[in-house]
């Protein structure tokens, strides 16, 4: 009898989020699919003996390939993809089920609320952050060209209700590791494109993206890591300009 849903997963040092992202889908999942991109904690031996299946590849700088591969060695007919420090509610597991049970979808979008350093954002465009995360074997790949991009599917996408939880932040050290990481990738993909440094990221955009998450969004509603998640949003793009320039510099 072929697998109803399969949980897909791609994971470099992950050993103080996985078992409880595995934890949360038990019982939901007919097999876990784990691809580790090399971890050098202990992410592969907790997730093997939370009986989930792991594949050791190497690293990968666009972290979305490693989660394609681990989309391509699933065998269910349903696609779950999720990242080690997101988490379903029961909620959620049951929307799920009824779901994959009856489903017109090729795919649906999960609502998605993210934790950043005191509490989860209710505005400044964070919530609900809707996300393509479930989709049938064969509909849904990543294109693997940019950290950014979503899953694309091949079909009509539904939406579902309940919330899938998402605790990224939770130190202001940690989101600074993962803003450098995503700026550096961002300017790599404009230096490649041939895109010139200009006025328009220096200045420009981050004025426009701090107005509109922080006032048009109602990010002043979640105080300061509304205010905090705003600023340091719109800083991305002067920091990518950077980047860029140094780029062209060395060059």
């Known amino acids: 009898m072929p697998i109803p849903l399969s949980v897909v997963l791609a994971t470099y040092n992950e050993e103080t989020n996985i078992a409880d992202c595995i934890k949360s889908v038990q019982g939901l999942a007919g097999e876990i699919i784990v691809v580790d991109g090399s971890s050098t904690d202990n992410t592969r031996e907790i997730v093997k003996k939370l009986g989930a299946k792991v594949f050791k590849v190497g690293n990968q700088p666009i972290f979305h ?53 005191t509490k989860f954002l209710t505005k400044g465009g964070q919530y609900p952050d809707y996300l393509i995360r479930l989709f049938l074997k064969g509909k849904g790949h990543f294109p693997c060209e940019s950290v950014h991009e979503q899953i694309t599917i091949d079909g009509q996408v539904g939406y579902l209700k309940n919330p899938l939880l998402h ?85």
Do not use: C
Request: no cysteine; glycine share 6%.
């Open 65 to 117: 390939i490693n989660k394609q591969l681990a989309v391509d060695k699933a065998g269910g007919r349903w696609i779950l993809q999720l990242d080690a420090d997101e988490r379903l509610t029961p909620e959620l597991k049951a929307e799920i089920r009824a779901a994959i049970k009856q489903s017109k979808f090729a795919g649906y979008y999960l609502p998605r609320k993210n934790w950043f350093l």
């Open 167 to 251: 605790l990224a932040d939770k130190k202001f050290s940690h989101y600074l590791l993962r803003f450098n990481r995503y700026t550096g990738l961002d300017a790599d993909k404009l230096y490649r494109a041939g895109t010139k440094p200009s006025i328009n990221y220096l200045l420009f955009k981050p004025i426009g993206w701090f107005l509109m998450t922080y006032f048009r969004h109602k990010g002043l509603v979640d105080g300061l890591p509304g205010f905090t998640f705003s600023l340091m949003s719109s800083l991305r793009f002067p920091i990518i300009y950077f980047k860029l320039w140094e780029k062209y510099h060395a060059r």
